[in-house]
């Protein structure tokens, strides 16, 4: 690189050595640069604020913020546009400075360019992180769109210097090669952080949990979400606990959103009855409950409405169900509770029977529990019948088959 600059230098020297340059086409030159400044002067003060105005009748605010974040790359590249234009038309150069030159121009277009890219990047990235923010999706913005501006920013300047190099004649054939390879070691190397990185900017730009947000995931952990970063989310269980969850197992398990698309939360309650009783007047004293629960309660969504119907004939109740709608999972707690202490009430008031679980017993014709018959009189019992004794066997005559004379003869 140092032998290039060097050679630009000896041209330039050679070149303003041997130039025929007169006054007039210096002036030539300054008027050329004087009316550029003006014109990059007019567009950064006027023509931007006139395409400012002009963006406010749309109905978003993104072409506000691009149209912002171009007027000073864009006032830029006017006055270097101007510059060449001023050097290059008016004066005679030689072919050796008018490379020179070129390769200058090259070089100024590249990191402008450069500069143009991550400017209006940067400005929609940090649109989207406002736009999230004031859509109650705070924790969207919360470290994965800084973390892309930021990552944005250094492949920007690589890709410049890359481009540079080679604009002043150095082979980046190698360095691409071992930037690739380095890039392949460092990605198998940090395989589990990029997996939770990827992982965790998956779980934030699909909006399924965001900060507050109560969840139960398919192992049955289950808790408030407090932080969802770059590496793990984040979860309080009901005992004050803190679960820490890497990003890349909390997007791959089912999850359960108890407060999405709303934090309403529809209360179910189930109750059973005695056969014996008035069906009808259980219906009304249930929805007295519930009406009376829904006036009073300042967790009930009153716009719901309640509901109440039987659900089949149980072993020992009619069973029936309660079904209303609180405003939040903590207030449906409170709201089954009282359901379930006012029903309970106004069943006894009303004289009407939960039972206990009852099992009927049949017994044979003529049987009672107790052993005894119909009437009073004593069942009859089996008994069992004695084993009878062995009996001593009977003294046989000698002679006799078997007998104590039974044998050879001698």
């Not at 121009?105 to 143009?116: K, M, N, R, S, V």
């Not at 395989?191 to 969840?215: C, H, K, M, R």
């Not at 300042?298 to 309640?306: A, F, I, R």
Request: charge should be negative; include cysteine; aromatic fraction near 8%.
């Amino acid at each position: 690189m140092s032998e290039t600059f060097q050679t630009w230098w000896q041209a330039l020297s050679d070149w303003a050595a041997g130039t025929t340059i007169t006054w007039v086409d210096l002036m030539v030159s300054g008027i050329i640069l004087v009316v550029v400044i003006a014109l990059a002067f007019v567009f950064s003060r006027l023509l931007s604020r006139l395409l400012l105005r002009a963006a406010r009748f749309s109905a978003g605010d993104l072409d506000d913020t691009i149209i912002s974040a171009l007027r000073g790359p864009v006032t830029v590249l006017i006055i270097l546009a101007g510059a060449y234009v001023a050097i290059t038309v008016p004066l005679t150069l030689s072919n050796a400075v008018q490379d020179a030159v070129n390769r200058a121009a090259a070089l100024a277009a590249i990191f402008t360019g450069a500069y143009l890219i991550n400017s209006v990047g940067s400005a929609v990235l940090l649109w989207l992180e406002e736009h999230l923010e004031n859509n109650d999706v705070s924790s969207a913005g919360g470290w994965a769109l800084p973390l892309a501006r930021r990552g944005m920013l250094i492949v920007v300047i690589a890709m410049a210097a890359m481009i540079s190099l080679d604009v002043l004649g150095v082979n980046i054939s190698p360095l691409i090669a071992g930037l690739g390879l380095g890039g392949l070691a460092v990605a198998l190397a940090l395989q589990p952080t990029l997996s939770n990185l990827f992982a965790g900017t998956y779980v934030i730009t699909e909006g399924v949990v965001s900060e507050g947000d109560y969840v139960e995931m398919e192992n049955g952990v289950t808790g408030y979400v407090v932080d969802v970063n770059w590496r793990s989310t984040r979860l309080r269980t009901w005992g004050n606990n803190l679960v820490v969850i890497p990003n890349s197992r909390f997007a791959e398990t089912i999850i359960t959103n108890y407060s999405k698309p709303n934090e309403h939360v529809n209360v179910y309650l189930t109750c059973g009855v005695a056969y014996e009783s008035d069906l009808r007047q259980v219906e009304a004293v249930s929805m007295e409950v519930m009406r009376q629960v829904e006036r009073d309660h300042p967790g009930v969504v009153k716009d719901y409405g309640v509901y109440f119907g039987y659900d089949t004939f149980g072993e020992s109740n009619v069973d029936f169900w309660l079904f209303m709608q609180s405003s939040s999972r903590l207030d449906s707690f409170e709201v089954r509770t009282e359901l379930i202490k006012q029903l309970h009430a106004r069943l006894i008031d009303e004289g009407i029977t939960i039972n206990y679980p009852v099992r009927a017993l049949r017994f044979p014709d003529g049987w009672t529990p107790d052993g005894q018959m119909p009437g009073g009189g004593q069942a009859s019992r089996r008994t069992a019948r004695p084993r009878p004794e062995p009996q001593p066997q009977a003294h046989l005559p000698d002679d006799a088959p078997g007998g104590a004379g039974d044998g050879p003869d001698i």
